[in-house]
């Protein structure tokens, strides 16, 4: 023990000597003493911990939560990365592992498998959506949490394990699957919705995403693609230099992308289209909503700085921070904030301020008098510090409660998995609906579902009411409190019935994605996609594409 200590103590040593010594770091004395004696005391007050405390600690845990604790008080993006998270960080660059290749979710006591990736060892297998998993390699998974299910489903191309299911319908069995090296798409789908409109959706902006989005492109330019969708939803980012090649499609070569600047001066950098562009023709829409940050907002600023693009959607999640990795000892690293980065226009779309939040509180929008107006190509209005403003408005709409529980409960899930025993085809995804009894049949199956919820109004109206009683109007207000509260009480029957329209798009589209996939699901989804029929609009009408990009 105490040559452990010993290394301890040097190693804190030469990391104080390099911090006050070190002529590259313009630190003040002081900074330098408040580091230096911070590293002792961690030393010490593990040192007492390990010696004293009732418990045995376990020191690689204990230590992981005070460096995560550290860390979250700089912002969400700085994060370390712990040698037996690594397979996690590379598929978030790569968007590839070693697996199966299906999703998994808990369900009870059990995960269940939700979506097979389609021609993926599991697929290949027989796995089908809904199979529970009792076992893995003989040990059972009851009562294990998905992500050491998923440990286990995970592991080196060509290795084999044994997975005992509970399929609904057909009872136990057990599959032997083969791993792979699986491939994450980061462009799930891309075809032609309409007269020579293309769509290409990007959900990721991993090593390929790049070469993925040309290759859809190519192809539906060989189908006679005129006009662009580029769908961004949901797509929270990766890496910036994928970013800059997919705007440098559509823009001229040496024109500026977007920039960085940070602390230090090897962090401020110029970012321009380094090769001649693909078309610097053909109208783009740019889909987006709250879910499209980073990367995805780098492309669809910088494409509306330049006047390139129409953006339609939502307001973005607006994420103006760059990450970078760095390799620590022990096979572990830290990706951590390093800079702030700017579109063309020369502003920073970041919304949170987390330089200023106090402890113990989260961060809170950057304050509107320090926001600025900058100006895009041809002069139009954007504003910094609040994500990318689409030029079209299409706002997202929120499902209600009930629909929510019906997601969360897995309800939704559960009847579709019967509802594939009893139908082993359906249409085609663009052309498949929903039948009126086939409704009134999951109506049913959902009222004999044991689950609760409230509503917002609900909430709402009961803090009222514990106002008027601190108050002493609650004699006063009683009946007519009952009486709202009927209208507002969570009513199974009712709600399901009053938020159908939303319910059958999401029934639809979970059923569809069981015959169909991945592809099937977003083909499918076309039907009431708001956002993507005002894109099809625009681009359809010439005069009023190029007036939004003219700021007429």
Known sequence: MKSIWNNIRVSILICSLAVVMNPLISRAQSDGF??????????????????????????????????????????????????????????????????????????????????????????????????????????????????????????????????????????????????????????????????GIGYIKLTSFTQSAYAEVKKAYDELKGQGMEKLIFDLRGNGGGLLIESVKIVNMFVPKGQEVVSTKGRIQEENRVYTALDKPTDLEIPVAVLVDGGSASASEIVSGSLQDLDRAVIVGSTTFGKGLVQRTMDLKYGSKVKLTIAKYYTPSGRCIQKLDYASRKEGERAKEIDETLLATFTTKNGREVMDGRGIEPDVKVEEEEYSRLTAMLVIENVIFDFTTQFVIDNPTIAKPDQFELADETYNAFKKFALGKDFTYSTASEEMLNRFMEVAEREGYLDTTSAEYKSVYQLVHPSKERDLDMFREEIEELLENEIVSRYYYQNGRIINSFKRDKALVEAVKVLGDTEKYKAILAGE
């Open 34 to 195: 408040e580091v230096v004696k911070n590293l002792e005391l961690i030393d010490l007050i593990y040192r007492n911990l390990d010696m004293y405390y009732v418990d045995k600690p376990v020191p690689g845990k204990l230590m992981k939560a005070g460096i995560d604790a550290m860390l979250r008080e700089l912002d969400p993006y700085t994060v370390f990365i712990a040698e037996s998270n690594i397979e996690d960080y590379r598929l978030m660059t790569t968007g590839q592992y070693g697996g199966i290749g299906a999703l998994i979710r808990s369900s009870g006591d059990h995960v269940v498998i939700t979506e097979p990736y389609e021609n993926n060892p599991a697929f290949k297998a027989g796995v089908k959506a809904g199979d529970v998993i009792l076992a893995i390699d003989g040990v059972s998974m009851k009562d294990k949490p998905s992500d050491e299910v998923s440990a286990a489903l995970k592991g080196p191309k060509g290795s084999s394990i044994s997975v005992e299911v509970e399929r609904p319908g057909v009872g136990k069995k057990t599959i032997k699957i083969t791993r792979d090296e699986i491939k994450i798409p980061d462009v799930p789908y891309h075809g032609i919705v309409k007269d």
